[in-house]
């Protein structure tokens, strides 16, 4: 069950607002006059006044849909004005934000990520981020290329790229990282990712360690194989996450960590759209509720 089903469940009400049907199907409204601002949607003929939402799950919305027949000369203008209209909207409700849109994005920035999780005391990798082949070449041979793992910024689906070990062959390769920048990190020994899912106050934890036999590196790529378990976090760990989602501003956060040999943590990054279905269905731990019970209770506090 989702969240919006959830919400309803619980007769409280909520709505979905897909972006994606802006502005070939939707129109947005907002009108100021005498110290007061309205906002409002209409999709599908239904009128949504955004003045009465109290709490707003940012949940990675969709590019916009221009209407048909728009000239390509002007089409960049036109999504812009788009963009200009609908941001502003966004920063101007009243409402509680999971997350809010500028930190959010802000927030999905790896390097960004990196440097906030160094300065509040969580352990991360040794790192690297270039384009420069050279500067490549001498981490990897700080480190050793079985030491080394390579990971893009971001992923989708046309294009996505497990963490991988440098692997021999791959050295000779180095020269196209002028290409674009790589994230190059130290590989962690690990007896299990850990999966926080972090929802205002709470965090749910969740071990999960690779197949057997299967991919060490990156369990995604078994996700059926992977063992799930709920586990706990040592208070050091908690209180580095707390402060990191402090930093970033954000409410709702997935992070992933590594549990080291010796028992420590060490952070690899957050994702603050990251998913969670997969851990729930794996392991009962209930997340959908929790996120449910945040956006009531931020919807109440805020009314």
């Known amino acids: 069950m989702g969240v919006l089903s959830a919400l309803e469940r ?3 009400a909520a709505f979905l607002l897909d972006t994606s049907q802006f502005p070939s199907d939707a129109t947005v409204t907002q009108s100021f006059e005498d110290g007061q601002g309205r906002y409002e949607f209409t999709l599908d003929r239904r009128r949504i006044d955004l003045n009465s939402c109290g709490a707003a799950w940012w949940r990675r919305p969709l590019p ?3 209407q048909p027949g728009i000239a390509r000369e002007v089409a960049t203008f036109t ?4 963009h200009e209209a ?8 009243e409402a509680a934000w999971v997350n809010p849109p500028g930190l959010d994005e802000a927030a999905h920035h790896k390097p960004y990520q990196l440097a906030i999780a160094s300065k509040v005391g969580l352990r991360v990798p040794r790192t690297l981020i270039t384009n420069d082949p050279d500067a490549a070449r001498r ?3 700080l480190l050793g290329p079985e030491r080394t793992v390579y990971k893009t910024f971001l992923a989708s689906q046309e294009c996505w790229r497990e963490t ?12 196209t990282v002028r ?3 790589v994230i190059f990190q130290e590989y962690i020994p690990a007896v299990a990712d850990i999966r926080v899912t972090v929802l205002g106050r709470k965090m749910i934890a969740t071990a999960i360690t690779a197949a057997r036999g299967g991919y060490e590196v990156d369990y ?3 996700l059926d194989g992977a063992r799930f378990q709920p586990t706990t976090l040592p208070a050091s760990t908690q209180k580095g996450i707390r402060a990191v989602m402090k930093r970033l501003g954000l409410v709702y956060g997935a992070i992933d960590l590594r549990r080291t040999l010796d028992h420590g943590d060490v952070f690899l990054e957050i994702n603050p759209a990251g998913e969670w279905r997969f851990v729930e269905d794996r392991t009962g731990q209930p997340i959908t509720d929790a996120m449910t019970e945040l956006l009531i209770e931020l919807d109440c506090r805020s009314r």
């Open 139 to 141: 981490f990897i041979a």
């Open 179 to 181: 290409l674009a920048p």
């Open 220 to 222: 995604r790529m078994d």
């Open 10 to 12: 619980r007769s409280h």
């Open 164 to 175: 991988r070990v440098i692997r021999p062959a791959e050295i000779d390769l180095l020269d």
């Open 86 to 93: 609908v941001a502003g909207l966004w920063a101007a409700l």
């Open 79 to 82: 999504y812009s004005e788009c």
């Open 64 to 66: 916009f849909t221009l």
